[in-house]
């Protein structure tokens, strides 16, 4: 247990129904573990001189129709009742992760069947799937136990599913892809690690649960027979004689009541102790070192495919992704097309929703399963992105793609440590050995400047500050040998200081490694400083393609909008920032024509009708704009006010 389990159980036991609830586990615990041995003979003393006896002080229950004192026959009772609700919730539990994970090993098909059964089946009230299965596997207590348990499955599938989903979801489960890892390691290395603790809360929720339901079965005459017994065969006994002795029929009655209560108590102290933490991040120093501008990249090919040189590292041609959605799919990335040499930084940017991370993820094979990817050309390093998923595929992508993703505090497993999670690619990959790949782990994390790494690679994530663990991450990247860094707003969640340094890091990378970079952003200020080449996204769609020092000269009026809102130290103080006017497009509702149509300031009534494809300008720029023209002088972007039916400034040719 590390020192924040240990740290959330102690708060659990500090609230007083914590403490009362844990009492009570231990007690009926303890009394599982010893209590028969010392009671058993008494329990089993036959007394034909004091049968059905009431209450007395010397049986304080009084006794059952062979004299023998029904106290001591609860108190032996309770291995067997707790020991069968045990093993009930065992097998509930076992059979609910087979059937939960099931959708996650076998993929979309086979697991929505699964998935199918499993909401079939929770359909049925518990009680009476309890009674089916009894039924199937027959009266005894083995029936019982696989009937109660089985009962129990469906309940512990779902939750296996809502939270395999909700960890499947996150950043580090995604690098875990882009390296290559299988998908039955992800489950055991980084899947299940972070559903355990709430699955161990619902299974102490679901013995309280299976208690009863033991109970219910035996006092049916469906459990536990004679000779043997537990609390439900104490009270189908006490039942028979109610009206002579009623607390033969109590006794065991409360005991079942008080175990239940205690595992129930139990597991909501825990759940509630657990829900309410949250990582902690100690603060951490971040180690400033200023990185070596980079070395300009030489020009990069305009379009995707045409491009036969061996130096391009990612060349994609006419790249979609779409969705279902109840209207029908959407698109929110809609034939894109572009290229990546060596060494490059190309960014992306665009509004939110422009379908920039979309496009990234495509690029890195994370589009959900619902998702469909299509694209008459999607390359890395020559291997076909679009080919069904192989070993030999992951291992080449998982040592030469490295992925950053945006919320440091989701990218690493917080079960693991560090260096552990680093050492991962390489024992995966490079065949390397525990300690060898911890070696490479240190080493890389000393790579990306992060002081005492030796000491750090130990550390659990939330030790580190976010700037450190962003690092980290790039780290993980350089594990293999990457051609390629995609990273997806990097900076956007930290600090302007740590931001710079974060930038820097990845432009040293790429200068002293070659490697080529694919930065999506929002922010034209940072993609300014860091990239070649910019490729402006709108409505799923690159609507320029330009060197980042000609952004001051952009063509399509959408980059000059966007341009114009980056605050600069010269913007007048007296006349509010420029705002792109309207609001960006949703994918679901795309119009015919150009997609910008509505917020351009030069709209026309070809605009509305035709959709710009994307050609090469004499310029050099790619752009799709009916209108592309280098800004006029004095032209604000906010202005909603159309200049009309602008001309076109130049002719625009097909590339
Ligand atoms: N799994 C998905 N299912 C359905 N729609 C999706 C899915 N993922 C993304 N989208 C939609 O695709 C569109 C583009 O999303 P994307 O995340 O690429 O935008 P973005 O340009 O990166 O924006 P942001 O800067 O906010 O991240 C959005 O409208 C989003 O709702």
């Not at 109840?326 to 665009?350: K, L, N, W």
């Amino acid at each position: 247990m590390n020192r924040r389990t240990a740290h959330r159980w102690l708060r659990v036991l500090r609230t007083p129904m914590g403490r009362t609830a844990a009492v009570l586990v231990l007690i009926v615990l303890a009394l599982a573990v010893v209590g028969p041995s010392p009671w058993n003979a008494r329990a089993d003393a036959v007394d034909t001189a004091n049968i059905l006896a009431g209450p007395s002080a010397e049986h304080w229950a009084g006794t059952d129709n062979l004299g023998r004192d029904i106290v001591f026959r609860v108190l032996a009772a309770t291995r067997l009742s707790i020991g069968l609700a045990l093993a009930a919730t065992a097998v509930a539990v076992l059979a609910g992760l087979l059937l939960g994970t099931a959708p996650w090993l076998l993929g979309r098909r086979a697991g929505r069947l699964v998935t199918g059964v499993v909401q079939i089946a929770i359909a049925f009230p518990g009680l009476l799937l309890a009674l089916f299965f009894a039924v199937v596997f027959g009266v005894g207590a083995t029936g019982a136990v696989l009937a109660i348990g089985l009962a129990g499955a469906p309940t512990f599938a779902r939750l296996v599913q809502t939270l395999l989903a909700g960890v499947a979801s996150r950043d580090f489960v995604a690098a875990a892809q882009v390296a290559g890892v299988g998908r039955f390691r992800i489950l055991l290395r980084h899947l299940l690690p972070n559903i355990a603790e709430p699955l161990v809360v619902n299974a102490t929720i679901g013995a309280g649960g299976a208690l009863l339901g033991f109970a219910g079965l035996s006092f049916l005459g469906l459990g536990v027979q004679a000779p043997a017994y537990d609390w439900g065969r104490l009270m189908f006994d006490g039942i028979g004689v109610m009206y002579v002795n009623p607390a033969a029929a109590i006794a065991p009655a409360l005991a079942v009541l008080l175990a239940g209560l205690a595992l129930n108590l139990l597991g909501e102290s825990v759940a509630k102790g657990f829900g309410m933490d949250a990582l902690v991040g100690l603060p951490a120093s971040v180690n400033p070192s200023p990185a070596a501008p980079a070395a300009p990249a030489p020009p990069a090919p305009e379009s995707a495919g045409d491009d036969a040189s061996g130096d391009v590292v990612l060349d994609v041609r006419d790249l979609t992704v779409s969705f279902p959605a109840a209207r029908g799919p959407i698109r929110p990335v809609r034939g894109v097309t572009f290229a990546i040499r060596r060494g490059e930084a190309v960014a992306v940017v665009g509004e939110s929703g422009s379908g920039k991370s979309v496009t990234a993820l495509a690029v890195s094979r994370l589009i959900d399963a619902a998702g469909r990817v299509d694209a008459e050309r999607l390359h890395l390093l020559g291997t076909d992105l679009r080919e069904p998923d192989s070993a030999v595929q992951r291992r080449m992508l998982g040592s030469s793609l490295a992925m950053v993703f945006q919320d440091p505090a989701s990218s690493f497993n917080p079960t693991q440590r560090i260096g552990r999670q680093l050492a991962e690619t390489s024992r995966h990959h490079h065949d390397l050995g525990r300690r060898a790949a911890f070696a490479r782990a240190v080493d890389r994390l000393r790579a990306v400047r992060i002081t005492d790494p030796e000491r750090r690679a130990r550390q659990y994530p939330h030790e580190f500050s976010g700037g450190m663990r962003q690092r980290a991450m790039i780290g993980m990247g350089l594990m293999g040998s990457p051609a390629l860094i995609v990273a997806d707003e990097p900076t956007t969640a930290l600090d302007v200081t740590v931001q710079r340094q974060i930038l820097e890091l990845l432009t040293a990378i790429r200068t002293a490694d070659d490697v080529a970079l694919l930065l999506i952003s929002h922010d034209v200020g940072v993609v300014s400083e860091v990239c070649d080449r910019v490729l402006v996204m709108y409505a799923g769609r690159i609507v320029e393609d330009l060197p980042t020092d000609r952004l001051g000269a952009a063509l399509h009026p959408y980059t000059r909008a966007l341009t114009a809102a980056v605050p600069r130290m010269d913007s007048p103080l007296d006349r509010p920032l420029p705002v792109i006017p309207g609001r960006p497009l949703d994918p679901a509702d795309v119009p015919v024509g150009c997609a910008y149509a509505d917020r351009c300031p030069l709209v026309s009534e070809r605009c509305r009708a035709e959709d710009p494809p994307l050609e090469r300008h004499p310029s050099g720029h790619r752009v799709a704009c009916w209108h592309a023209r280098p800004p006029l002088a004095g032209e604000r972007h906010d202005d909603p006010a159309r200049d009309g039916a602008a001309e076109p400034a130049s002719v625009v040719e097909t590339s």
